[in-house]
């Protein structure tokens, strides 16, 4: 029955037990045990908690404690082999107990035989085996489910969560406090809490679901979320899910869609300004030429129109080619608070004409990133005076949150104005496109191509008729990005 041999030991302070006993055993036919004797508790529970045998035989009554004691020591001191219970005579209490505990079996010893210790030796061997690849099985799972960088949950049909790993710290909970809670309490529009509930009470699966879901502190990330409907054994149904923060990612596609725009709309500048300054050029040198030539007062007129415009024109051409080129910056080593203290002095004057109120924080210590500091104030002072104008006289509240980790400096501009709609945010860094009605449509697109200069990534969150947040993120001068950037100017300085 076994290549190598079944080591087995009998746990029983009575010798003549053992004998009878392990006499039994090696009358089975076709089969290789090696059987050993041990009467004494504490020896016993050593030999079972270090697991030095395959299988145990364990006598009921062993002096001052009982053999249930020991099972029950042996099973916390992590035993995982076969434990069989002997008694002397039957007792239904002390066998419900002892299957109760974790044994595999029982026997009574008037009953002994040899088929009936071979039946029972062959079971608890053969369940042993089933029950370890089920607990190696449970091992390897829970791993999977405690050490997932994702959000791995179990909820019951009602959406209340049952069981949780420890990545809901990416949404800013505790486990504890996300068992107290319902799916739906995460999801954030009504419209996607319906539809969660109607596919999944449905029974239909949910896979790789693009949903916005609210964190602790208010703040929203994008996720990824896949749900199916289970039943246990018991035949009750439960949801288990996934869910993917994907969060960084769509920033990351929002902002190469930013700069992909931004270019195209540039090679478009290009060619237009090529194509214009050409024959503006001739018009410009002929009315010059005209100028000379002619003594009509009423000529001279409308000559000095077509080149008052035609000034405008060229003038407007150049404005356009600053904003898409990539700006030309000189980064040095600067304090951040210093150039929002300078934006904030620039922008006190318009504050108080408007009668806005101005609410900043800052860091305890000195925050420092490589900037081109003219360049970021007019960029940085573009979005405050932006949140001015949108806001209401007397009743707007603009605020100015400076935080920062070890390698990045956030930077949040928040005003209570008009707000913008969704449709128009994916818009809002376009060239040409504006909402003012004396606007150019450039300021904006100007202020993103010097913040991506400065390897900064924009955020926008609106909500019409509540206000809009500008996040700014800045890689810090300590961060691997900012020890980069401080090498390239080294080289540079060296190379000068």
């Not at 024109?313 to 608070?337: A, F, K, M």
Request: charged fraction near 25%; charge should be negative.
């Amino acid at each position: 029955m076994h290549n190598t041999p079944v080591k087995i030991l009998i746990v029983d302070d009575d010798e003549d037990d053992f004998l009878i006993t392990s006499d039994y055993i090696k009358h089975i036919p076709n089969t290789r045990y090696e059987i050993e004797w041990c009467p004494r508790y504490k020896d016993a529970l050593e030999h079972m908690t270090q697991g030095h045998y395959s299988l145990y035989f364990v006598d009921y009554r062993l002096g001052a404690k009982s053999g249930v004691d020991l099972l029950k020591e042996a099973l916390d001191g992590g035993c995982e082999e076969p434990i069989i219970l002997l008694t002397g005579k039957g007792n239904y209490q002390v066998d419900i107990e002892a299957m109760q505990l974790g044994a595999i079996d029982y026997l009574v010893k008037t009953d002994l035989s040899i088929e009936k210790m071979e039946r029972c030796i062959r079971y608890a061997l053969d369940r042993s085996t089933t029950l370890k690849a089920l607990k190696a099985n449970e091992r390897k799972y829970r791993s999977i489910f405690e050490k997932s960088k994702d959000i791995v949950f179990i909820a019951d049909i009602q959406f209340n969560f049952r069981d949780v790993n420890d990545a809901v710290q990416l949404l800013g909970y505790e486990k504890q406090e996300m068992l107290e809670m319902n799916l739906n309490d995460l999801v954030e529009q009504q419209q996607h809490k319906n539809y969660l509930v109607q596919t999944l009470q449905a029974g239909r699966e949910i896979n790789d679901w693009e949903v916005t879901l609210v964190t602790k502190g208010n703040e929203r990330k994008t996720c990824v979320l896949s749900a199916t409907v289970e039943e246990n054994p018991g035949r009750e149904s439960y949801i288990q899910g996934i869910i993917h923060d994907i969060t960084n990612l769509k920033k990351m596609e929002k902002a190469t869609l930013q700069a992909e725009k931004l270019a195209a709309a540039g090679r478009l500048v290009r060619t237009l300004a090529h194509e214009v300054r050409n024959p503006l050029n001739n018009i410009t040198l002929s009315v010059e030429q005209m100028q000379q030539d002619t003594e009509d007062e009423t000529a001279l007129l409308y000559m000095n129109i077509i080149q008052r415009n035609s000034k405008r024109i060229s003038d407007l051409i150049s404005e356009l080619l600053n904003t898409s080129r990539p700006s030309e910056i000189q980064l040095r080593h600067e304090g951040l608070q210093t150039i929002l203290d300078n934006v904030i002095s620039s922008a006190i004057d318009r504050l108080t004409l408007k009668r806005i109120k101005l609410k900043v924080s800052y860091p305890d210590d000195e925050v420092f990133i490589y900037a081109d500091k003219e360049k970021l104030e007019l960029a940085l002072l573009n979005i405050v005076t932006n949140a001015i104008e949108a806001m209401e006289e007397q009743q707007g509240l603009l605020s100015i949150i400076f935080h920062a980790s070890p390698h990045y400096a956030t930077v949040q501009i928040t005003d209570n104005g008009c707000g913008i709609s969704e449709e128009n945010i994916s818009r809002l860094f376009e060239p040409y496109y504006t909402q003012k009605r004396n606007g150019m449509g450039l300021g904006l697109a100007f202020t993103l191509n010097i913040l991506q200069a400065h390897k900064a990534n924009v955020d926008v969150n609106s909500k019409p008729g509540e206000g809009t947040s500008f996040i700014l993120t800045f890689p810090t001068a300590d961060s691997p990005m900012g020890e980069i950037i401080g090498r390239g100017i080294e080289n540079a300085d060296q190379q000068q």
